[in-house]
């Protein structure tokens, strides 16, 4: 209370003296954090691989934040996580409150045409990934589909959570590209959903599914061959699956190479955490501290390990580069990437 009178007060002598507002409000951000929530939005249902990452991280975010706030996680699904990255983009609070965890797939929206994107993801302020990842396409055992091959003359369906999701671009992609028939039924409210709607034969599969994901909560269904790993979607192999096929190296020329690469960058940034635009930088930059604290934690990471989620981070300034890159693809690549995704 004392704290909140002496504040106002200052606002009110900074006003009466001419000086701007926000000097008045001028906060360390031990000071701001402290006895706050933040809140860790998940662009998807409970349950997946994207809810299980988040959750962990922030059970540990908090006591690496200057002010040691509680880090409250919350789920915001809808659209493969685009409604969650339109809503920290225009209606979240910009004051470091809020972060957001989103798909891979989603920076890439604005630039591969998605016209429910109303953001530039260039402006996130990006706080980490927690993994470099690779994702696969799989069937389950009773698709009658054994390897990648098959799909040039047997069709495949598989589950996915919208058209802005890597569970629907991927697939739309190859299909395009190489002549592969992958069938893709949207309207999953989340990763985990699909994973049902497999188990009670609604699909036949999944495609841009996390293998680091599937790891930690399906990897019985790959030891029991309930599911085969048909091809995997990274710009390098996973050292788990040195003898499936990468679709990079499927490429048929030049053109379908960069294509691939545009696509493809997203998954450096597989486990993605952002902050709106607008946050004051020692809060960015706080933030940005905390999650690096976090990846190295001895704590967190014998929890990841107990839980088998792969753990790779990057930082959030190379996120910030990588978005750079990614956005001066030239504008006749991207058009026909556009033209491939959809």
Known sequence: MITTFLARAGAAVAMLAGLPLATAFAQSPADFYRGRNVDMQIGYSAGGGY???????????????????????????????????????????????????TSRGMAFDPLLGATGAQ??????????SANDEVSV??????????????????????????????????????NRAL???FKIITGYPGGNDVSLAMERDEVQGRCGWSWSSIKATRMDW????????????????????????????????DEQRQIFKLIFARQVMGRPYMAPPGVPKERVDALRQAFDE?????????EAEKAQFEITPVAGTRLDALMGDVYKTPAEIAAKAIAFVK
């Open 294 to 302: 976090t990846m190295k934690d001895k704590e967190f990471l014998a």
């Open 119 to 128: 953001f530039d993801a260039s402006k996130f302020n990006w706080i980490g």
């Open 137 to 174: 396409c799989v069937a389950t055992d009773r698709s009658g589909v054994t390897k990648l091959d098959d799909l040039y003359g047997k069709e495949l369906t598989i589950g996915s959570t919208g058209a802005a999701d890597d569970t629907y671009q991927f697939p739309a992609v190859i």
């Open 179 to 181: 002549g592969t028939k």
């Open 51 to 101: 809810d299980l990452y988040a959750r962990m991280i922030a059970r540990h975010l908090g006591k690496h934040i200057p002010g040691n706030p509680m880090v409250v996680p919350r789920n915001m699904e809808g659209a493969g996580s685009l409604r969650l990255a339109n809503w920290l983009y225009t209606a979240a609070p910009k004051d470091g409150t809020v972060i957001g965890a």
């Open 222 to 253: 790959v030891k029991s061959r309930k599911i085969i790993v048909l091809l995997q979607m990274s710009l390098g192999k996973h050292p788990d699956l040195p003898d499936i096929p990468l679709v990079t190296d499927l490429a048929k020329n």
